[in-house]
């Protein structure tokens, strides 16, 4: 085992700092967060840091860097208090990276990347017509996080829209069936293959594996 | 494509409904949270929320539910200011999911689902011995969230442990070949398959893969 102490990621260079301490989390999520502006300009960007809030109300987290290439994205929710997380399946995850970039904010990714903006009636933002999996939310909170300036944006889920066959008696959605892909670091995109379905934990009592449907 | 709206998401029955909201973010990490109480009781809890928050400062972030499992955790790292994750690989993601059960406080998860606790000079806090990728946190923070109730945790990262042959050149984990699973909806664990790591992405550029260890 290499042991890395604190001294050692302090004095490492930024770039590699970034590498390692991005990876220490685990595999992340990969989702297209979709907006519009005021204007009407589509936005569409890559995010790893979504995260289950809690089921009821629906809410979903996300760690926006004030610098990074999802400030449109940002701007684009506080004006319209809305927006749409569209999972990144295998067969875009190159379009998806790609939005990463930093185009101006006039620029629609949709068009510069290849993937398509697609509107659902009484849902102001975008979908990624592409994505098999993908939900719209209302701003709920916009969170400056003193720590180190990051911003944490909290919504809840007003409609989901899901590939009718990953969707289980249960209420479990197969993503890995829709395909969608894991990151890990920040550049590494993943297919997965399921180990199980494993039952609910009590103590004493053996854990057994689940058919996919729960039942 | 089936359309779910506000509605039907508040009609359904708790359980379903958890399952599905908790499918909507997408892969989630799967660690394991050791921590130790002033008595010395060690425990250990299976977290899927843990999140990237920066890397400098190196911080992470993870969203504790009050009256789940992991409430002897926090009252642990309240106790102690540190706390270790530990990354779930595909030989102990049974066991990982064991430590989700409702045992006493004063019971070991360590030894009820057969993990060792590992102790390091110099850290309070257990590692997972079973884990090829670990650390140890100082708490920066703990932010209830009004909206629901969920509590945030902060740590910064002091030390890591990681097996020799997953860390690469330019600082990145191949945390794929660690082993390390990843978690979707409430109790489905998967390994994964890399698809490629892609370079930085820039306006006009064509993406471009990169070897595993970047160079």
């Given at each position: ?44 960007a ?35 208090g ?44 975008p ?46 959605i ?42």
């Amino acid at each position: 085992m290499k042991h890395i102490n604190f001294a050692d990621i302090e004095q490492m260079e930024q770039r590699s700092r970034a590498r390692l301490i991005n990876s220490l989390s685990g595999f992340k999520s990969a989702n297209l967060v979709a907006t519009i502006s005021e204007e009407g300009h589509s936005n569409v960007a890559i995010i790893s840091s979504c995260f289950h809030l809690g089921a009821s109300p629906a809410l979903m987290g996300m760690v926006i860097r004030p610098d990074s290439v999802p400030r449109d994205t940002l701007s684009n929710i506080e004006q319209m208090g809305c927006y749409t997380i569209n999972h990144v399946s295998a067969n875009i995850y190159r379009q998806a990276h790609q939005t990463s970039a930093r185009y101006a904010a006039e620029v629609s990714e949709f068009d510069k990347v290849g993937l398509s903006a697609e509107f659902v009636a009484g849902i102001e933002a975008p979908f990624v017509a592409q994505s098999q999996l993908k939900f719209s939310l209302e701003l709920r909170e916009i969170m400056p996080l003193a720590i180190n300036g990051t911003i944490l944006v909290i919504g809840e889920i007003t409609h989901i829209m899901v590939d009718e066959s990953g969707l289980k008696e249960d209420g479990y959605i197969d993503i890995e069936a829709l395909e969608s892909v894991a990151v890990s670091g920040l550049d590494s995109y993943h297919q997965t293959q399921r180990l199980a379905r494993l039952s609910y934990a009590k103590p004493d009592k053996a854990l057994v594996t689940l058919p996919i449907d729960g039942h």
